[in-house]
């Protein structure tokens, strides 16, 4: 059984009857072009996202240490005498719990966070609106340091020193029709050994602004992926268009500019994470895949939330 004790990683799952409810706006989540979707291993981003420089993957290595995965106390997870975290029950796998094909990326991995969200201050994190508001916040867990060396444990342990609890909502809204869907959590104290993300300040990205996502798809321990990941339309003020490969779980991970190395916006919806199919007379799910064309992922603007960081 894996434990969490102390972050010596890089960066940042159900027991068959246990299914988690994965937070998203709307069903979304899909594969644009190749899925680029890489552990947090410095050969597997490099090999799945062949597009970035050693640099870039080193700095979004170190950008995945200021990722969480968001939970909720009593319902996914139970807290033990000593402080830490465990899971009510045996986690299951994506195959499990997506009922998925197989053959599917990830499929023997065990799946448990329902959210992402990511650092930008000592004890500031920004998610998605859907996934905490300012009535039910209080058994919202964030657990840093969730990375690749736990994804084929079922019971793992997580550690006081990785667990964090949100004190307050400090800012929040959810429109489902104007895509402001964000929130500014302050977390129960400072997460230390991690660097907060930058932000856009100023200004606004181009159309064609190469892209990448960290976050917790499906609900899977922390991925990263760019590849052919570009702002497909940046013409409204709240949201810019993309086609980040995403899925429920990504709800609040941030969308990183690759050339600025800043935070452009909040994945919050998108297409549909996986289809049906007709396989060997029985219906299984596989992973939705478009043309790197047909992107359909939205991202809420970081400069609503900017002007209310310190």
């Not at 102390?6 to 009857?17: D, E, G, H, M, Q």
């Not at 246990?18 to 644009?32: E, I, R, T």
């Not at 996934?131 to 084929?152: P, Q």
């Not at 969308?255 to 994470?273: F, M």
Request: aromatic content about 10%.
């Amino acid at each position: 059984m894996k434990t969490m004790s102390v972050f010596t990683s890089l960066i940042f799952l159900t027991a068959c009857s246990y299914k988690p409810q994965f937070s998203k706006a709307f069903d979304y989540g899909v594969v644009y072009g190749e899925d680029n979707r890489s552990n947090t291993a410095l050969n597997e981003v490099l090999n799945h996202n062949p597009e970035l420089s050693l640099e870039e993957a080193k700095m979004l290595l170190e950008m995945g240490r200021a990722t969480a995965g968001m939970v909720e106390l009593g319902k996914h997870v139970k807290k033990k005498s000593d402080g830490s975290i465990v899971p009510i029950k045996e986690l299951g796998t994506l195959l499990e719990k997506r009922e998925l094909c197989t053959g599917e990326n990830f499929e023997d991995e065990y799946v448990l966070p329902v959210c992402s969200g990511f650092l930008v201050g000592p004890d500031l994190l920004v998610t998605a609106g859907h996934c905490v508001d300012r009535e039910n916040y209080k058994n919202k867990v964030w657990l840093f340091g969730y990375d690749s060396s736990f994804a084929f444990d079922p019971n793992p342990t997580f550690s006081p020193d990785h667990v964090y609890f949100t004190k307050e909502v400090v800012l929040w809204e959810k429109n489902s029709y104007s895509y402001k869907d964000y929130a500014l959590v302050r977390l129960d104290r400072k997460v230390l050994g991690v660097n907060p993300y930058k932000i856009r300040t100023t200004g606004k990205a181009e159309k064609g602004s190469l892209l990448a996502i960290i976050g917790h798809p499906s609900g899977l321990t922390t991925k990263i992926s760019s590849g052919g990941a570009k702002i497909l339309d940046a013409s409204e003020e709240v949201r810019i268009k993309t086609n980040v490969d995403s899925f429920a779980g990504n709800s609040g991970s941030p969308v990183i500019n690759i050339k600025t190395g800043k935070v452009e916006g909040i994945l919050v919806s998108g297409a549909e994470d996986y289809i049906s199919t007709d396989r060997e007379d029985d219906y299984c799910n596989k992973v939705n895949a478009r043309e790197e064309k047909e992107g359909e992922e939205y991202i809420t603007r970081i400069s609503l939330v900017a002007s209310k960081i310190p």
